[in-house]
């Protein structure tokens, strides 16, 4: 849209032709102007931040990635997550604020077990700190802040980062990535959620496997809903990147020990039971070098990234990234771990350590309360609260004991691929999947004003998705449905106006959509 279309419509009478015979009837408006009215654009490109945690609670950017990235801009505001960051203008007010839980995970994961084996996890190991974090490049952002969620709801700021430093900063793409390919395509990536698949612990020779590897990821995750709902608003990418030795870190398959691989996946929890002499369950697994990662995938547009891991010791870990092993025995675990990345979901089941508190908070999916979940609109009338996984009400949507690792939590449903990594998801982390998707994508592309032949002003907007519908309102009132309006002068009234159109999505998958289903684009006409 340009930012100021002013339209100069036919039909103004001739006033100089008539003479001056006397009174005459004053000639009907036929112009007004149109300027766009949004502040943020829908979609706008992206760097990723090198950002590391550091044992006191700070972050600090150590570099930045340049490449060809694209973040969808939905709202100006998001505090649902423990950590945040906001982009500032040169006064220091907030342009634009985004929200997600990894870091504040990592830290209470970190914290909890350090505290319980007395060793210093974070401090001995700083690189586990390391995240990449990806920040759209907005016009008048100078400035990106970082907050962590206190226990009482506020925000406290943990680090900055300027953003003229960008290119200086910039570490470069990775250097070992051999090839790429798209494996499934369904838009536009900067219209789409762009899921990227890597490899670790897979050898030059093992390749091929890796490519049949991630073929299988792909095909699971795009069977199974919600996601087959939403096939048109994903990119599947897979990324070549080849490791020296097979397997991960400390899978102690043969040997217990560091191996050499791209991106140093590794079992950490079985580093602590040798050392303090523990017996913590070691199916966590995630990678020590997180910064490879980003750089290998940045190869390629990439929201999500999902690390495959060539061993039989069965893994999955998802917290910044999505991680799975080969010997997990299903295609439904990596599903499972890039669902938690997606839709910021939590574990329903109960078989690790219960980590939790006030300021991480607690996920979509999981309650605190067995009378009064969050997913309330998904419960019938004469559903009990709590429910039991037996009876007549087991297969309806209820509040379930057990969950998050925690006896006293709640999950939605008394059987879901949240539980035990099978199975089909429950309506409501289907729900929460189904909004987090579009997060990343719209079901709108572009808005833009034109006038036409006759004077009139069309309004449109393009690449609607299928199955998304197109309201327009004038100062809050009806005045359209479908991608285009055409509006007269007659039809505005005098003064000032806001003319927004708005492509939704209603599905049967989503309930409570918390605007997240929607794009709106605004004029200004005068």
Known sequence: M????????????????????????????????????????????????????AADDTIEVSGSIVATLWEDIDGAEDDRYAFRYRLLDAAGMPLYTRSTSGPVI???????????????????????????????????????????????????????????????????????????????????????????????????????AFHRDAASVSRALLAQSPYSAWAGQVNVHRVDVASAESGASYDCVGTCEWRDTAFVSVFPLEIVNRLFHTAYRTEAVFQRDQFAVARAASH????????????????????????????????????????????????????????????????????????????????????????????????EVGTFAGAYNCRELFRPAAS????????????????????????????????????????????ALTGVIEGATVRWTLDGADVGTGATLLLPPADVPEGKHLLVGTASVETALVREDGGDLSASWSWRLE
Not at 4 to 15: E, I
Not at 108 to 120: Q, R, T
Not at 155 to 172: H, I, Q
């Open 300 to 395: 390629v547009p990439w929201d999500i990234a999902l690390v495959l891991v060539n061993t039989s010791h069965f893994g999955g870990f998802a917290v910044h990234y999505a991680t799975a092993t080969t010997g997990a025995g299903s295609w439904a675990v990596p599903v499972h771990e890039l669902s938690h990345v997606i839709g910021q979901l939590g574990d329903e089941y109960q078989s690790d350590e219960c980590i939790r508190s006030d300021a991480l908070g607690l996920p979509a999916n999981i309650s605190a309360s067995g009378t009064a979940p969050p997913w309330m609109h998904w419960v019938e009338d004469d559903t009990p609260l709590p429910t039991t996984s037996s009876g007549s009400h087991q297969d």
């Open 106 to 208: 990592v830290r209470e994961f970190l914290a909890y077990y350090g505290d319980s084996s007395g060793y210093d996890i974070l401090g001995v190991f700083p690189e586990l700190g390391s995240f990449a974090v990806q920040v759209p490049l907005l016009e008048g952002a100078t400035t990106v802040e970082f907050q962590f969620r206190q226990d009482d709801g506020t925000y406290s700021t943990v680090g900055e980062y300027d953003l003229g430093r960008v290119e200086e900063d910039d570490v470069g793409l990775s250097d070992t990535v051999s090839d790429t390919a798209l494996l499934h395509e369904g838009g536009d990536p900067a219209q789409v959620l762009d899921i990227v698949i890597l490899p670790d612990g897979y050898q030059t020779s093992e390749l091929d």
């Open 416 to 459: 879901c691929a949240m539980n035990q990594g099978g199975g089909e998801f429950c309506p409501v982390c289907a729900e929460a999947i189904s909004r987090r998707i579009f997060r990343f994508a719209d079901p709108a592309t572009d808005g833009a004003a034109e006038a036409d032949a006759e004077g009139a002003t069309r309004f």
């Open 2 to 53: 340009s930012p100021l279309l002013v339209l100069a419509l036919s039909g103004c009478p001739d006033l100089a032709e008539q003479g001056n015979t006397g009174p005459t009837a004053a000639p009907a408006r036929t112009t007004y102007t149109v300027a766009a009215a949004d502040t943020l654009p829908q979609v706008a490109p992206g760097v990723v931040l090198l950002a590391t945690l």
